[in-house]
């Protein structure tokens, strides 16, 4: 006999609006404290969605490496039965892979988990919907890259998370609220009723043993009551990054045709590459523009380069950047950028000074940054990167956690030790002479703009 789960009073407006009236098309975002049951009532989504239209679905985690600890193989304390059992019948099955953590059902339905650190995996895929786990924390280029497979097939998505900051998950929660057709609620561990009062205090207790008063009340407010205010947890830059919008230093920076443009790198092929693009005026470093994609060939990025308007001052690459690869037959990215795509004014960071000493270079020059607020991958991943956890000593490491942060850090990380290097102005600028008695060539315009462009430095 086939027993499905009963759905808590607080879990049906999400249930209620994917499952009624059919599933095409829909969207929606759930944001709920912990142990809300936030994976049992999409799974049940889910287990609805693959009986009422056969087809392919997917349950995406931030990282693939978590998806057998967190879905696969958990049980539930409650009933001692493993929650993919509750989940997904056995007796509807045809297989289950557990390697590949893969399960076919008898009516041609398929259900998988995915990494969403892995997505370009997913090449030439179809299919009728996706459930993106813990979404805060994952790359949001996964869904860049998912969304139009949806839309060929009608396809519907959830997005289920507790509040990490104002990151990407925080943008698209105001998004859909206003928007027709989706689904967004914010649910507190106040608005569920889940927990008495008591275990709410105690649980907070329970954090601010653990990470002390301010972090811990911190941690509490984000994980139970759902406030996107809270400070992330081990965050590297945090404190800069709320600095620098008070500051007003986030904001529209427009690219300035009078200066000169300069790109650092961080190069990956199975993981994320990440191209800042600089501009430098008076000691003001100005971010005006990033681009990131993932698996794409050198071509490619050669293509985004040539591709903009701006007028290149030197491109500068990681040191890694100068290793032979056999895949370009014993060629290095530099020979190839310099050779095969004909790009200028190409350098290798020679810099090896360790991570940690570039991070603090990097909070030194915050001081210093203005970032264009429409770079919105940039400013989510440098408010998410953050310490490890070491949950045997209950403290943080000093490296950060590998996630896909990592790419655009190490971006801002390369651009703090080579923002000072002085480069040529693209066009020669006369010394300006100023004369009384009308003899003047240069209006008093032309003399301020003049000595801007003499404070340029890279």
């Known amino acids: 006999m086939i027993v499905q789960r009963r759905i808590r009073n607080y879990q049906a407006p999400l249930h209620r609006y994917m499952v009624d009236g059919g599933m095409l098309d829909k969207r929606a975002i759930w944001l709920a404290h912990r142990r809300a049951g936030k994976d049992e009532v999409a799974l049940q989504v889910t287990f609805q969605a693959l009986i009422d239209r056969p087809g392919s679905y997917w349950t995406c985690l931030p990282t693939y490496s978590q998806c057998r600890k967190a879905l696969w193989a958990a049980v539930n304390p409650h009933t001692g039965v493993r929650r993919l059992s509750e989940a997904f019948p056995e007796e509807l099955r045809e297989s289950t892979n557990e390697n590949e953590m893969f399960i076919r059902f008898k009516n041609g339905s398929t259900w998988q988990l995915i990494g969403a650190d892995q997505y370009n995996t997913l090449v030439g895929a179809s299919v009728a919907g996706v459930t993106f786990s813990e979404w805060a924390l994952s790359n949001p ?18 997005f289920i998370t507790t509040p990490r900051g104002k990151n990407h998950a925080y943008d698209m929660y105001n998004y859909a609220r206003k928007t027709d057709g989706w689904f967004a609620e914010v649910s507190s561990a106040m608005d569920t009723g889940a927990f008495a009062t008591a275990q709410l205090d105690e649980i907070k207790a329970e954090y601010v043993a653990l990470y002390g008063r301010d972090f811990g009340s911190a941690q509490f407010e984000q994980e139970y009551m759902c406030s996107f205010e809270a400070a992330i947890l081990g965050s590297f830059y945090g404190t800069e990054l709320a600095a620098a919008r008070s500051e007003g230093r986030i904001c529209d920076v427009a690219y300035d045709p009078d200066l000169p443009v300069m790109t650092v790198w961080d190069i990956g092929y199975s993981d994320d590459t990440v191209i800042l693009f600089v501009q430098i005026i008076a000691n003001e470093v100005r971010i005006i523009d990033t681009y990131s994609s993932n698996g794409q060939n050198l071509a490619h990025y050669a293509g985004v380069i040539s591709g903009k308007p701006y007028e290149y001052s030197r491109h500068v690459l990681p040191h890694d950047a100068q290793a032979k690869t056999l895949a370009a037959a014993g060629r290095s990215v530099y020979e190839q950028f310099t050779k095969d795509y004909d790009l200028k004014n190409v350098t290798i960071l020679q810099n090896r000074n360790t991570e940690m000493q570039g991070i603090l270079a990097a909070r030194h020059l915050f001081s210093r940054l203005w970032i264009d607020q429409g770079q919105e991958d940039f400013l989510n ?35 703090s030790w080579v923002w000072k290097e002085p480069v040529r102005k693209k066009t020669p600028v006369p010394n300006p002479t100023l004369s009384i008695g009308g003899q003047s060539t240069m209006t008093m315009g032309d003399l301020m703009k003049s000595v801007r462009q003499r404070h340029v430095y890279d």
């Open 381 to 415: 991943a440098l408010g998410q990167f953050r310490r490890e956890w070491d949950d045997d000593k209950k403290c943080f490491r000093d490296r950060p956690v590998h996630d896909w942060t990592n790419h655009f850090a190490d971006a801002l990380r390369y651009l």
């Open 141 to 158: 280029s996964a869904w860049g890259y998912i969304s139009p497979m949806l839309r060929e097939n009608n396809g519907w998505a959830m």
